[in-house]
């Protein structure tokens, strides 16, 4: 008999709606399964979804299966676990040279759902991990945001860009510097966050949602951060727009 695989829950398994949702699980170090579990499976056995979902799972089938889903049938009294091989979304825009595996990082701090300060071998200091969840608006919001780091690649705009992130070949999610540095308060460092802006303009780039939390200013330089809404135009009245925009948000009333 084949002893029971190693199971545990990685990041970032969706928020749980209604005691269910879809984990994103590490089955034997090694290969990533999703798996949904239904809201009659956790209230059958009486836990929260999570953790304690997670001691009561039936066992994991083996076989080339991806995804499954987890019931509970009130009329037999039995857990059904179904499983088959789903095809998922991924990042299409990759066009930096570097591809990091998601099981090199280390949790440090979560930031976000879907992003924390991480540490890796190959990086001296912290970096930045943002992850997508396993969903197509999720997908198509980190795709967005990794296209629009290779329009400011090299500009000191943004973050640096430092690679993307894989599970078992499909990209996921992308590593970028931590940056150090103070959100802008009011009309205090006017001059590095215009001239942050100036530049992402001159690249032909809006940002689409210029606030203090998306600035952060180190030292004399103000960096631009989160391009999840950014796009790429010529038209000057946009940009212009958002530079008024941002202008009226920063002067106090």
């Known amino acids: ?22 984990l994103r699980l590490l089955i034997h170090e090694k290969q990533v ?38 019931t509970y049938n ?19 825009h990759v066009w930096h040279y570097l591809s990091i595996n998601h099981l090199e990082f280390e949790i440090v701090e979560m930031i976000k759902s879907n992003v924390w300060v991480v540490t890796a071998p190959r990086f001296p200091e912290p970096v930045i991990l943002k992850i997508t969840k396993n ?20 500009s000191g705009v943004g973050p640096k860009f ?11 999610g992308f590593v970028i510097e931590k940056v150090e540095g103070i959100h802008p308060y009011m009309n205090q460092h006017s001059e590095q966050t215009r001239a942050a ?12 949602d210029l606030n203090a939390c998306n600035v952060l200013v180190r030292e004399d330089k103000a960096v631009i951060i989160d391009f999840e809404t950014a796009n790429k135009t010529n038209d000057q009245k ?3 727009k958002e530079a008024a925009d941002w202008v009226e948000k920063m002067t106090p009333k």
């Open 197 to 208: 802006m100036g530049k992402l303009h001159a690249l032909g780039v809006r940002h689409c």
């Open 74 to 92: 009130r009329l037999t009294k039995k857990s059904n676990l179904a499983v088959r091989k789903k095809f998922f979304p991924r990042v299409h």
């Open 135 to 154: 969903n197509d608006q999720g997908i198509t919001a980190i795709d967005k945001e990794t296209e629009a780091y290779s329009w400011i690649e090299g």
């Open 238 to 240: 946009l940009l212009e």
């Open 162 to 172: 430092l690679g993307h992130v894989h599970e078992e070949g499909r990209v996921i």
């Open 1 to 22: 008999m084949s002893a029971r695989p190693t199971v545990s829950i990685l990041p970032p398994s969706e928020d749980a709606h209604n005691n269910c949702g879809e």
């Open 33 to 70: 399964k999703y798996l949904f579990v239904d809201s009659t499976f956790c209230e059958a056995k009486n836990v929260r979804f999570g953790e304690d979902v997670l001691r009561l799972l039936p066992p994991m089938p083996p076989g080339d299966w991806n995804w499954g889903s987890v």
